[in-house]
């Protein structure tokens, strides 16, 4: 966003709702993200293109904002505040990346593969957020050092997206729950060494 507009401003919110909405709608006709165009969302959200540009840079940071939404409503949705690092959470946020993963897949079009690399950028971004909440909550005997519980969080947001990415690109004759469970075993593995998932 730029830094012309209040982001606290409840009409601030209210626009930049209705352009998202707009891009949403766009997307559910048309099933694809290239042929979407700021003036069409603008004008579907009943405001001009200057307006648009007050709040986003351009269309990608549109579909960047658009897709932390959703992923983070789809967490959040799945494992409230309260939620904390187990092998069950865990293994539910595993199949959760596989699922929207194949989801995601599903409204690709081979001209929006250019949008793939920020996708999972913001995937990773979300899940890393998530595993470092959970990773600040568990009790242990010696204080987590910051920056090992970042570097875990980071490496194992990693270590779920890699595998669930390069499975959905392919052919997937691996079911998503075989490959939850793979993955699930690597991750706690990697968790070993700073906390124990039960």
Not at 41 to 60: I, P
Not at 86 to 104: E, G, K, P
Not at 180 to 197: E, K, N, Q, W
Request: with cysteine.
């Amino acid at each position: 966003m730029t830094t012309s507009v209040n982001s606290r401003d409840p009409r601030v919110k209210r626009t930049r709702q209705l352009l998202l909405q707009a891009f949403i709608t766009l997307v559910e006709e048309r099933h694809n993200l290239h042929s979407i165009s700021v003036q069409e969302v603008a004008k579907l959200a009943t405001v001009n293109r200057a307006t648009f540009y007050d709040h986003f840079e351009d269309k990608y940071a549109l579909l960047q904002c658009w897709m932390h939404q959703k992923f983070h409503q789809k967490l959040t949705s799945q494992f409230p505040a309260s939620s904390t690092l187990q092998l069950s959470t865990l293994h539910q946020l595993i199949r959760s990346v596989f699922d929207v993963l194949a989801l995601f897949r599903s409204y690709v079009k081979p001209a929006d593969r250019q949008y793939e690399p920020l996708f999972e950028s913001v995937l990773q971004q979300e899940l890393y957020a998530l595993l470092l909440r959970w990773l600040k909550q568990v009790p242990t005997e010696a204080p987590l050092q910051e920056e090992a519980g970042e570097t875990t969080a980071q490496v194992i947001s990693w270590a779920i997206l890699g595998p669930a990415t390069q499975w959905s690109r392919g052919d997937q004759t691996v079911a998503a729950e075989e490959m939850t469970r793979r993955v699930l075993r690597v991750v706690i593995a990697g968790m070993s060494p700073l906390t124990t998932v039960t």
